[in-house]
C-alpha cells in the first residue's frame, strides 16, 4: 500500500515538474515559435558526441548547407546558436548587439587557466565598459600614430634579422611582434627570443587560449562541476594544463605590470601605455573608484594588450608570407607598386599607405584568405527573442562563422584563391574587417593598431625582399600548400 502511494506521490511530483514546465515554456514563447534548424541530438547531452574536434568552423559551414544559415543546437543543456552569414551576424550582432553582447561562462580558459584579466571574455556590463574605455584611448585611430616611431624601428630590425637568417622567419615575425607590444605597452625592450623570458611567458600563455579558447574544447566547458575534479585521478589531464596555462598567464600579466610600477617608482620608466594608464588612474580618473580598481584595469588592459595587437597579427603576416611565395606574379604586381611610388632610395612609410591601393587589396585578401579567428568569440543572449520567424531562448550562445561568412561563394567568387584583384573589380565587395575582427559592441578594439602594423611590415618586406618557396638538398622547390591550424587563433 505504502508503495502504491509512494508511486503516486512520484508520479504527481512529475506530472506538476511537466505542467509548470509547460506553462514556463508557453510564458517564454507565447506564439509557440520553432528555434531554428540544427542537428538533433540525445536528450540532455544534445550533440556532443556529434561536434567536430578540429576546424570546427569548417563543420558548421558544411552543416548549413544542410540546415540554412542559422543552425542551433543543444549541449549538456546549453543552446548554441551558429550564424554562418553576414546577414544573420549583421541582424543579430550588430542590430540587436544590446541583447547580444554578453559572454558565456569558459570554465576552462576563464577559470582554471585564469583569463579574467582579459576583458573580450568578460561579461558584459560596467567592468567591461570601463576596460574598454582605457583600452580605447590608447588605440583608437585618432591616437596610434603616437606609436609608428616605434613600429618602424622594431620591423627595421627585424628587415635585418631576415637578410641575417631567413630560414628563421617565422620566428623573426613573432619576435617582432612581441617587441613592438612589450615597447609600446610596457616600455619594455626585449632581447632576441631565444633568450628573452617574456616571450616565452607571453608564448607559454597564448598556448593555452589556443587550446581552450574555443567553448568546448574541454569537457568541463560543458559541465563546469568537473573544475573541482581531482588532477591526479583518471580523465583528469585537463587540470594539468588548466595549471600551466595559469602559471604562465599571472606570470606575465602580474610580473611585468609590477616591473612597470617599480621603473615609476624609480623615474628610470620609459614611456607606456600601461605606465601612462597608472598615472592617470593615481591621479582620479571619471568613474574608476578605488586604487585597486585601477591597477586592475591597467594590469588587464597591458595584458589583452598583447593578445589583440601581437599573436593575431602575427599569424596574418605568416598567412602573407605563405601567400606571396605561393603566387609570385602577386607578389610582383605589389613590388612595382611600391617602386613606382616610393622609389629605390627609403622604405614605405605610414603616410603612404593611401598611395599603395594595390597594397591595400593585398591586405584585405590576406585577412580574408586566412581568418586568423575563423570561429570568433561567442556571444550570449541574454534574453528571449524573436527573429524572422523563430525563437532564440536567453542565455543561448552565439556564434559568428567568420570563416564561413570570408568564404561565402555568393559574395567571393572562387573563395579558396588569393586574388586582391576582386576589390578592384568590385568595389563595393565588403572588407573583411565586417568579419575578422568580431561583431557588435565586442568587435576587437585593437584592429586599428593592427593594421597599421600589418601594413607597416608586409610593404617593407616587399620593398626589399622577394619571398620564394624554399629549395631541398636536390635543389628542387618544395611546394606549398595552405593549412591553417585548428584551436582559438589558426
Not at 585618432?142 to 630560414?167: C, E, M, N, T, W
Not at 596555462?245 to 620609459?270: D, H, P, W
Amino acid at each position: 500500500m505504502e508503495s502504491r502511494q509512494y508511486l503516486s506521490f512520484v508520479g504527481l511530483l512529475v506530472a506538476l515538474f511537466v505542467v509548470v514546465k509547460s506553462l514556463r515554456n508557453h510564458k517564454r514563447n507565447p506564439r509557440h515559435l520553432p528555434c531554428p534548424p540544427g542537428p538533433k541530438g540525445w536528450p540532455w547531452i544534445g550533440i556532443l558526441f556529434q561536434l567536430p574536434q578540429k576546424q570546427v568552423w569548417l563543420a558548421h559551414n558544411q552543416w548549413s548547407k544542410s540546415y540554412g544559415d542559422m543552425i542551433f543546437y543543444s549541449v549538456m543543456g546549453t543552446n548554441f546558436l551558429v550564424l554562418n552569414s553576414n546577414k544573420r551576424t549583421n541582424d543579430l550582432l550588430e542590430d540587436r548587439s544590446a541583447n547580444y553582447s554578453d559572454r558565456i561562462r569558459m570554465p576552462m580558459l576563464v577559470e582554471l587557466m585564469n583569463w579574467r584579466y582579459n576583458f573580450a571574455f568578460m561579461r558584459y556590463g560596467p567592468v567591461w565598459r570601463k576596460h574598454r574605455k582605457a583600452f580605447h584611448e590608447h588605440f583608437n585611430p585618432s591616437v596610434i600614430g603616437k606609436y609608428d616611431q616605434i613600429q618602424l624601428v622594431h620591423i627595421r630590425r627585424f628587415l635585418g634579422q631576415l637578410l641575417h637568417s631567413p630560414q628563421n622567419f617565422l620566428h623573426h615575425i613573432n619576435f617582432v611582434f612581441a617587441a613592438i607590444i612589450m615597447d609600446a605597452v610596457y616600455g619594455v625592450q626585449i632581447e632576441d627570443s631565444d633568450k628573452d623570458p617574456h616571450v616565452d611567458t607571453i608564448a607559454a600563455a597564448l598556448g593555452g587560449l589556443a587550446k581552450a579558447g574555443v567553448p568546448g574544447s574541454y569537457l568541463v566547458d560543458h559541465i563546469p562541476i568537473l573544475k573541482y575534479y581531482p588532477g591526479w585521478l583518471p580523465g583528469g589531464g585537463f587540470q594539468k594544463d588548466g595549471a600551466e596555462g595559469r602559471e604562465a598567464t599571472e606570470r606575465y600579466a602580474v610580473q611585468t605590470f609590477n616591473q612597470v610600477k617599480e621603473a615609476l617608482r624609480s623615474g628610470t620608466a620609459r614611456p607606456s601605455v600601461v605606465g601612462s594608464l597608472i598615472e592617470n588612474f593615481t591621479g582620479g580618473h571619471g568613474d574608476v573608484s578605488s586604487q585597486a580598481e585601477a591597477n586592475m584595469i591597467a594590469k588587464n588592459v597591458g595584458a589583452i594588450a598583447y593578445v589583440a595587437g601581437a599573436d593575431t597579427t602575427a599569424s596574418a603576416v605568416q598567412a602573407f608570407f605563405l601567400a606571396m611565395a605561393m603566387h609570385p606574379e602577386i607578389q610582383k604586381k605589389a613590388q612595382a607598386e611600391i617602386d613606382s611610388v616610393i622609389g629605390p632610395g627609403r622604405l614605405p612609410e605610414f603616410s603612404d599607405k593611401p598611395l599603395l591601393p594595390y597594397i591595400d587589396a593585398v591586405l584585405k585578401e590576406t585577412m580574408r584568405w586566412h581568418t586568423v579567428v575563423p570561429f570568433g568569440v561567442a556571444h550570449m543572449s541574454t534574453e528571449d527573442d524573436e527573429y524572422d520567424g523563430y525563437f532564440i531562448p536567453g542565455g543561448t550562445v552565439v556564434m559568428g562563422n567568420s570563416w564561413s561568412i570570408l568564404n561565402d561563394p555568393a559574395v567571393f567568387e572562387n573563395p579558396s584563391a588569393f586574388n586582391p584583384d576582386r576589390y578592384f573589380k568590385n568595389p563595393n565587395l565588403r572588407h573583411p574587417h565586417e568579419a575578422a575582427f568580431g561583431y557588435g559592441r565586442r568587435i576587437c578594439p585593437g584592429r586599428f593598431f593592427s593594421d597599421h602594423n600589418l601594413f607597416a611590415i608586409t610593404s617593407s618586406v616587399l620593398s626589399v625582399f622577394d619571398i620564394l618557396p624554399a629549395i631541398d638538398d636536390k635543389g628542387n622547390t618544395i611546394p606549398l600548400k595552405y593549412e591553417p591550424t585548428s584551436g582559438f587563433i589558426s
